[in-house]
């Protein structure tokens, strides 16, 4: 391998990770319609759940029909078409602030290749296209050793710091750390190890009562997000059960602890991924074990 072919292969490489790739996907509508069909909604939750841990910049949803039907016919149901998929992404725990177009196209006109391909064509064409653009992915800036030694910010306490220390009825304590996977009721495998850890702060510390209040993100009005494991739209309890049937199995007293769904109330208003969440509010406080 020449330099050449070496200094072209560096520059694709370079390019490749500089530059974040667009993920697209198309959910296909039967005629006349703007419900998405069974099969296609299925298709969309297993797009959907890819985008998990893609740190995302927008999302862009354009909703199309093929060329039957009147022009203002058709701009309307593609609109639709496009409302729909933008509700499902709502349902599903993907914030709107990252949704910035959802726009109905209209038609896309029919190029016959033969007469046996026009079905297929208008119905390739009864569609809506998604496009999510991920973040550019920044270099980490070195930081000069004179503007590191200059200030010394206070750590905050961890979870199991909280629980050791002194503690009170009505405080409420946010697992930071303990991210759930978007749409289920299971964590990350990153926060499986901080949650034992939680678990056996808690089994030690045997004197505290509380509650595990479970929330999700991103949905309309308040209401709960659907568990896509159990179909049920009560993600938010099942998020907090799930945390209270691993503390069971890790040691803590299963009367010390009861368990509920907060729905979407309590949004924290930072990145949506830190409001599916679980955090446990105490409710009693004993005393100090002996």
Partial sequence: MNKLHVFILCLILTCKFTYAQKLTHEVYFDTDKFTVPPTEESRLLLFISTLTDIDIQTISIYGFCDDVGADTYNLRLSQQR???????????????????????KGEVLLKIVDEKNAIKIRG?????????????KIEPKKVEEETATVTKVEKKKTVQEQIK??????????FENILFKTGYATVTP??????ESIAKALAERKNI?????GHVCCTKFSRDAIDRKTKKRNLSEARAKYVHDYFIKKGVDKRRMRYMGMRRKFPLGGDPKFDRRVEILITYVGKENP
């Fill in 124 to 136: 390739l064409n009864r569609k809506v296209e998604i496009i999510v653009t991920p973040k550019p």
């Fill in 209 to 213: 009562y509380f509650t595990i209040q």
């Fill in 165 to 174: 220390g002194e503690i009170k009825a009505g405080d409420k304590i946010v």
């Fill in 190 to 195: 990153n926060s499986k190890k901080t949650l």
């Fill in 82 to 104: 496009a409302d729909a998929i933008k509700n499902l992404f709502s349902e599903n725990e993907i914030s709107e602030s990252l949704i910035t177009n959802v726009d109905g």
